[in-house]
């Protein structure tokens, strides 16, 4: 390392102001801290002084997802084996979903850093690194058999026009692996919702075994088929069909206590979040005006992308709530929302991405009117102090 860091140090005065290549000051930044620590530091002033940074962050949540990662690596491989009736070890099923989910993180790393990089060279600023950790949830929850070309054109809309134009990093108003998934599933709804989308090789006509449909468990609720749900336990653990990183719970609580732990996520919107599914299911079972309300509330926070929406995608620092009383809010109403998307309208099975997107809308609304309420509380306790103090 001390020879590539001497190796950098020599080449850097080309791309300061006034070297040959000083137009590409960003893009050499950029590719310096990634492989380094930046080396500025602040000697006075009032300045927060912290060990934590951007690139630190985006670190840790790449950490936490790839308990997930990998595990829909092992998955991938494991339904494809079984919808063609074929034994395979786990060395086998891992790599062969390895080699198909490699091309899906390419993509969407070369397409969405590409045009963050030619925005930085627009504007003139520093690259940022906060598609690090969106350039990984992309791939993950997109169906594994997705055209490449139709992955590249989400992720550009994605980072263009739910990122970029809002001024990049740290001012989007939406999630941005979520735009992307939002874009897909509107534009083009069958690789979104058929059944064939999430095993690898159905959607080209491979033979498969009889009785393998490759239907995620929300896909046979939306067709009136709870009696063919898998076990709450092969649920939970995540051999099942679906996006990659999302049938698993079991990988998606790693990623969880890792996040709580170094405090990057919030444990009160993922607290408030489960609370607001749970509420929201309780009072369908209660209903039980179909069968589709009858299914355990229980069973809603392993199916699908709840768990993966509410560890990594409702506890996004810049999307979420920011205030303390209103991750509470705004976790709640992820929560409820959900459940309630999925059950009153099949056509939109996985509500957890729709609420969501929702409520990053809604955030700083929640914050101004939860801000709003501290401020009349301190002017009404000041208002009787100083009548206290008169008397």
Do not use: C
């Not at 006075?44 to 950490?63: C, E, N, P, Y």
């Not at 990093?169 to 939002?182: D, E, F, K, S, W």
């Not at 609580?253 to 749970?278: E, H, N, Q, R, Y």
């Amino acid at each position: 390392m001390k020879f590539l860091r001497e190796k950098i140090d020599k080449i850097k005065p080309h791309f300061t102001e006034g070297g040959r290549f000083s137009k590409l000051r960003s893009v050499f930044e950029g590719f310096e801290t990634f492989l380094f620590v930046p080396d500025t530091v602040t000697f006075r002033g009032a300045h927060i002084r912290d060990s934590i940074d951007l690139k630190r962050t985006m670190t840790v949540v790449l950490v936490a997802l790839m308990p997930a990662l990998l595990f829909g690596m092992w998955n991938t491989g494991y339904q494809h084996f079984r919808s063609v009736g074929v034994e395979a070890g786990f060395l086998q099923m891992f790599l062969f979903g390895l080699v198909k989910l490699l091309p899906l993180i390419i993509v969407t790393y070369v397409t969405g850093l590409g045009i963050e990089f030619i925005a930085a060279q627009i504007r003139g600023h520093e690259i940022n690194e906060g598609f690090l950790v969106s350039g990984m949830l992309i791939p993950l929850i997109v169906p594994i058999d997705i055209p490449l070309w139709m992955l590249a054109l989400a992720t550009a809309f994605a980072v263009i026009l739910g990122k970029e134009v809002f001024g990049g990093t740290g001012m989007n108003v939406l999630n941005p692996a979520l735009t992307a998934r939002a874009f897909l599933f509107f534009s083009y709804p069958g690789w979104m919702s058929g059944d064939k989308v999430w095993i690898e090789g159905l959607t080209q006509g491979k033979n498969v075994v009889d009785g393998f449909s490759g239907a995620t468990p929300l896909g046979l609720l939306a067709q009136n088929q709870g009696d063919l749900l898998p076990s709450f336990r092969d649920m939970f653990i995540g051999t099942i069909p679906g996006s990659v990183g999302e049938t698993s719970t079991l990988a998606i609580l790693i990623g969880a206590f890792i996040l709580i732990v170094t405090g990057i996520g919030s444990w009160k919107i993922m607290l408030s979040t489960l609370g607001g599914a749970v509420f929201m299911g309780l009072i369908f079972n209660a209903i039980g005006a179909n069968p589709y309300m009858e299914v355990p509330f229980y069973y809603h926070l392993v199916m699908g992308g709840f768990a993966f929406g509410l560890v990594f995608m409702a506890t996004d620092p810049v999307t979420a709530s920011q205030t303390e009383t209103g991750k509470w809010i705004y976790g709640f109403m992820i929560g409820l929302l959900s459940i309630l998307i999925r059950v009153v309208n099949p056509a939109y099975p996985e509500g957890v991405m729709l609420a969501i997107l929702l409520m990053n809308v809604f955030a700083p609304l929640i914050d101004y009117y939860v801000v709003q309420a501290n401020i009349k509380r301190r002017l009404k306790r000041a208002a009787v102090a100083l009548n206290t103090n008169v008397r």
